[in-house]
């Protein structure tokens, strides 16, 4: 479904993505693991077209979209989940959600189908459909996140670093509607530092150092391996 | 006590001038960050717009403010395009500079092809009067004029999807452009909804002054103080601010003097800005 071939990336002089080939299957949970720094940020912005690579292919369903701009990748399909969340603090929760669906305006009716799926995985937007997004906590910010990136019924989610600050139990609640996000038939391509949670829920892992792909495995398998033990599950 | 009625309505009709040439500014620079210091002179453009529609072409007044606002929304996407795009990302003296080639390129343009001040006739030339106030038509006009477009402003930024994505953007661009929206297109929008407003102000104001290739220089560093006062970005702060300074200026010209009425606007500025230095509102909202 998605094809990433030699990828490099740049953010002004620095080059920070050195060749990045990767493939996921359509309906698969796959995780990426990476430190702080090993470039998984720039990966996913650069899938989502806000950063241009300047060498290397991005395919998606067959279509190469490496030149397209942010938006048409919406409308393909692609939605991404930024780190850092990206949400508009002095909008109400439910205008969040709409902008969510600024693509998909002519299908009124979807889009409130839409709506209710999202605060039926979320019924805590439901309650908060009113207060501006910046008052949130933390958690709930995140959901918000999720829920305005699903707005636009990708068939790829692209989910950075989705636990990041936030209390275990928390996570744990996101780690489980992120598995039935994918159940429910939307690929989901996750990134995390903390390989432990990832790896539970995934199929498939890759991890990156250094702007570079050094290992890829079934999540079984990298949960197994001695290094990544060392690295990110802190073992 | 009429004599005093009667300068609040002039400064209120002032304040509606100042806040529909603001919310443009305010809105142009929550968006992209840019303070566009040509706004004044597309203003000024429309008042000689106008003067080509109506009194040249004989076009009836209502038409031509429709002609007008249309005709400066495609100048203003048309400078958004050609002058600031290309500088996006650039350090802010280079749009700074942009800013004011325009500004001298607009002015020696039109002082070129008509270098004597203009006069429109007024379209509806009367005086009403009541309980001792007296007021122009035209002064009324400037004033309902200005209440109707800054309600329809609102309603198209609160209720509308293309509004909400202006605010969107203003808020966080990045996460703006994740949902699919071409921040291109907004700031495309964003350029020719504040210029039609700037035209429409100079066809409202346009019957009650001359016409000269100048007359958007001081407007625009009042409009500037307002967005300053008003919270750099701030909507609301942009209409409070601009009805506050034009009704201090009206009492300053008829109690103090007429003689510093366009350096009353900066004391009040030095005096906002020592206590509260981020203006009366928050921006951006
Ligand atoms: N705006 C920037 N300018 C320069 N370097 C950057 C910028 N953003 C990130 N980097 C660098 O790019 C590398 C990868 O960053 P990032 O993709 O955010 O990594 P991750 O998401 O894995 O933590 C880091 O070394 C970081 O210092
Ligand atoms: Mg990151």
Redesign the pocket.
Known sequence: MLELNDVHSS??K?E?LGGVSLRIEEGELVCLL????????????TIAGLIRPWRGEISFEGEVISRKSPDRIVRRGISLCP?GRKLFPRLSVRKNLMMGAYTRYRDKKEVAETLREVYDLFPILEERSEQDAGTLSGGEQQMLAIGRALMCRPRLLLL??PSLGLAPLVVKKIMETIEDINRRGVTVFL?E?NAGMALAISVRGYV?EN?RMVLEGKASELAGNEEVKKAYIGA | MSFFLNQVIIGIQLGSQYVMVALGLTLIFGILDISHFAHGHLYMIGAYLLYMVMVLGGVNYWLALFICMAALALVGMLVERAVYRPLRGQPQINTFIAAIGLILMLETLVRGIQPKALSVPKPIDKTLSFGGISMEVQRLIVIIGAILLITALQLFIKRTRLGTAIEAVAQDREGASLVGISVNRISALTFAVATALAAAAAVFMAPLAFISPEMGGVLILKAFVIVVIGGLGSIKGAIAGGYILGLLEALAIAYVSSAYKDVFAFAVLIVILAVRPTGLFRGRD
Not at chain 1, 34 to 45: R, V, Y
């Open positions: 953010i002004g620095h920070i990476g430190a702080n720094g090993a470039g998984k940020s720039t990966l996913f912005k780190e950075d670093e990134s530092q990156l702007g």
